[in-house]
Nanobody
Framework: QVQLVESGGGLVQPGGSLRLSCAASQSIFSMAFIGWYRQAPGKQRELVAR???????TYADSVKGRFTISRDNAKNTVYLQMNSLKFEDTAVYYC??????????WGQGIQVTVSS
């Protein structure tokens, strides 16, 4: 099972930016899906953005135009660039991977707090 380690979270003011990184323990090139979910207090975990092995990208409507997902296959790393952050983006962000064969994996989660 692939191991995922997130980094880059923290505290940011509204309108600010953060970049999350997710380092995988094995090649992400062949992943069926890899991306980011988030869970705010009292809410269900929701998809933020994901990218397929073929490069198709999906974003939640709430982050379109503000967040950008990308990947570096050579580094086995997926990024989430978050711009124009809003209070409602505050959540624990989880990296998620679904390999072509095998079981899905989740990272441990990383806190993103948008506050003035």
């Amino acid at each position: 099972q692939v191991q995922l380690v997130e980094s880059g979270g923290g505290l940011v003011q509204p309108g600010g930016s953060l970049r999350l990184s997710c380092a995988a323990s094995q090649s992400i090139f062949s992943m069926a899906f890899i991306g980011w979910y988030r869970q705010a207090p009292g809410k269900q975990r929701e998809l933020v953005a994901r990218i397929t092995g073929g490069g198709t990208i999906t974003y939640a409507d709430s982050v379109k135009g503000r967040f950008t997902i990308s990947r570096d296959n050579a580094k086995n790393t997926v990024y989430l660039q978050m711009n124009s952050l809003k209070f409602e983006d505050t959540a624990v962000y989880y990296c998620h991977a679904v390999p072509s064969l095998g079981f899905q994996s989740w990272g441990q989660g990383i806190q993103v707090t948008v506050s003035s």
